[in-house]
């Protein structure tokens, strides 16, 4: 007899000093306490956050509709709304170029479409006190802060380790001599879980928790280094990656809401669902803004700044006095940061 009940599992990513730093990945159910983390030396959110999804859908297999939580809207689009495009173009963006982390999006498409049971996607706010969104977070971070010591070896899909070392953020990853071998065309050493054993045994989760809070210390030890988790490699803006983002907004997601690499208080503080970005769209009235606006502090000012011009894609928060000619100014006005890119 089936079991209509929605097994519902939470999945995060996670990547330190990225893009080019330890990453991770996690999942877990929210009933019976099971859990899968991985990740490599090296990598991004972004494939943290794929891979994660992936290993997800191949640990819960059946009819049982699956629900699966995640705080980026990333992972998301491109588990469902991108994909159709990207087919239809030979997946290739709407720039013409080839979409980024090809192989695992592939790979979690199959999934989807071979489970006899129905796969939804559910967006929730990160780090906003969620039990199991915390948990996976958790999990993610210390699996990557225990790769880059080279405490754990690298655990990924095949699908990820070939979305890593075909992206430009792979120089240094410390592969798996036997993944090495797989990836040359050797036998398969990976099963569809990207490991030998499946899951992490109670004591493994404490383990890798720890490692997390560990590194959390560690980091409030030296808050002259900006936090530098969780974002995306070259912070691609995803208004049209796809080639449609979610109800014609672009997706507010650089990774999962966390500080960006480029200086500790220009970040993004948006976690805004796409929803209420949607609202406030709606409530335009046709009003434009123009002008010339300072964002601090500037990118300049991060020891991560590569001297490069970025494009970023945000909102600012306006509660100021308007003149007869349409004119206002401005005094420390919050700035949401949905996304960033990298200039070429």
């Not at 498409?109 to 929730?124: M, N």
Request: with cysteine; hydrophobic share 30%; proline share 7%.
């Amino acid at each position: 007899m089936t079991n209509d009940k929605n097994l519902v599992v939470s999945t995060d990513g996670s990547a330190l000093s990225n893009p080019n730093g330890p990453m991770g990945w996690a999942w877990a159910d929210h009933e019976g306490g099971d859990a899968d983390a991985g990740g490599a030396s090296n990598g991004t959110n972004q494939i943290g956050e794929l891979c994660a999804v992936l290993q997800a859908l191949r640990a819960h297999p059946g009819e049982r509709p699956l629900v699966i939580e995640t705080d980026s809207q990333y992972a998301i689009n491109c588990s469902t709304t991108w994909v159709p495009g990207w087919k239809k173009k030979g997946w290739k963006n709407s720039q013409g170029k080839p979409v980024k982390n090809r192989p695992l999006i592939e790979a979690i498409d199959q999934e989807i479409q071979a489970r006899p049971g129905s796969v939804r996607f559910v967006w929730v706010k990160g780090h906003a006190g969620d039990t199991f969104n915390e948990k996976v977070d958790t999990l993610a971070r210390g699996y990557a802060t225990a790769a880059g010591k080279g405490e754990r070896e690298g655990c990924l899909p095949i699908e990820g380790w070939r979305s890593l070392l075909a992206s430009p953020y792979a120089k240094g990853t410390q592969v798996p001599s036997a993944v090495k071998a797989e990836l040359d065309g050797g036998p398969q050493v990976l099963d569809k879980l990207g490991r030998k054993k499946v899951g992490l045994d109670q004591e493994e989760q404490k383990d890798l928790a720890e490692t997390a809070v560990e590194a959390e210390s560690m980091e409030a030890t030296f808050p002259q280094s900006p936090k530098t988790r969780d974002i995306e490699e070259s912070q691609t803006t995803v208004t049209d990656p796809g080639d449609e983002a979610i109800n014609g907004t672009p997706d507010p997601d650089i990774a999962d809401g966390q500080e960006d690499e480029l200086a500790p208080a220009f970040k993004d503080t948006s976690d805004t669902d796409t929803a209420d970005q949607e609202t406030k769209n709606s409530g335009a009235r046709g009003l434009r803004a123009s002008g010339r606006v300072r964002i601090t502090p500037p990118p300049s000012g991060s020891s991560m700044f590569t001297g490069q011009d970025l494009h970023i894609v945000g909102s600012i928060d306006i509660d100021a006095d308007i003149d007869p000619d349409g004119y206002l100014t401005i005094q420390e006005s919050p700035f949401r940061l949905h996304a960033i890119e990298v200039e070429d």
